[in-house]
T-cell receptor, first 116, second 115 residues
Framework: AQKITQTQPGMFVQEKEAVTLDCTYD???????LFWYKQPSSGEMIFLIY??????QNATEGRYSLNFQKARKSANLVISASQLGDSAMYFC?????????????FGSGTQLTVLP | NAGVTQTPKFRVLKTGQSMTLLCAQD?????MYWYRQDPGMGLRLIHY???????AKGEVPDGYNVSRLKKQNFLLGLESAAPSQTSVYFC??????????????FGPGTRLTVL
């Protein structure tokens, strides 16, 4: 079974600074995918970034980058130049093949607050 | 495109009542999912569907039933609501791409309270 662990229930960062949100995972699969989603206070889930287990380079999407360390089974999200609008809950998730579906297993989330 | 929509947005039920949550997507996605989100626990998969007419159980299926009669719709039913089913329910859909990349598109959620 897959498991995602996010050990930081809450994080604070000063506006314009960088912040790293931790995510570790546990799987026996050789191939898997890792995702980060953002959930603002309005409640919707917003896809941010994806990393495949065989991707050699870390994924980047604008101010978001994924620090993927396969041997340590970690997939940390790095947000550069934080903005007030980045204040939200952030979820790490892993894709797995279960039955015939492509299921996502989510972590418990990290609440990020950006301070002005 | 409306993406993924959910009806209703809010609902209050009494214990023992039944209700159906509707999810609709206009992206022609094969896969659809129902999750529940409880405080401090992230999202947990209730049921999912890999195509019209097919459904399967997820991590927490007890007390729920689903149906996918049309490709664009995925219904979640509560036959006899219990206070433990108070939660925020999210529907999601995805393409049937290579299995590693499975970006799921989420609906806005339904906040359900069972008294």
């Amino acid at each position: 079974a897959q498991k995602i662990t996010q050990t930081q229930p809450g994080m604070f960062v000063q506006e314009k600074e960088a912040v790293t949100l931790d995510c570790t995972y546990d799987t026996s699969d050789q191939s898997y995918g890792l995702f980060w989603y953002k959930q603002p206070s309005s409640g919707e889930m917003i896809f941010l970034i994806y990393q495949g287990s065989y991707d050699e380079q870390n994924a980047t999407e604008g101010r978001y980058s994924l620090n993927f360390q396969k041997a340590r089974k970690s997939a940390n999200l790095v947000i550069s130049a934080s903005q007030l609008g980045d204040s939200a809950m952030y979820f790490c998730a892993m894709s797995s093949l279960s039955g015939s579906a492509r299921q996502l297993t989510f972590g418990s989330g990290t609440q990020l607050t950006v301070l002005p | 495109n409306a993406g993924v929509t959910q009806t209703p947005k809010f609902r209050v039920l009494k214990t023992g009542q039944s209700m159906t949550l509707l999810c609709a997507q206009d992206m022609n996605h094969e896969y659809m999912y129902w999750y529940r989100q409880d405080p401090g626990m992230g999202l947990r998969l209730i049921h999912y569907s890999v195509g019209e007419g097919t459904t399967a159980k997820g991590e927490v299926p007890d007390g729920y039933n689903v149906s996918r009669l049309k490709k664009q719709n995925f219904l979640l039913g509560l036959e006899s609501a219990a206070p433990s089913q108070t939660s925020v329910y999210f529907c999601a859909s995805s393409y049937s791409l290579g299995w590693l990349y499975n970006e799921q598109f989420f609906g806005p959620g339904t906040r359900l309270t069972v008294l």
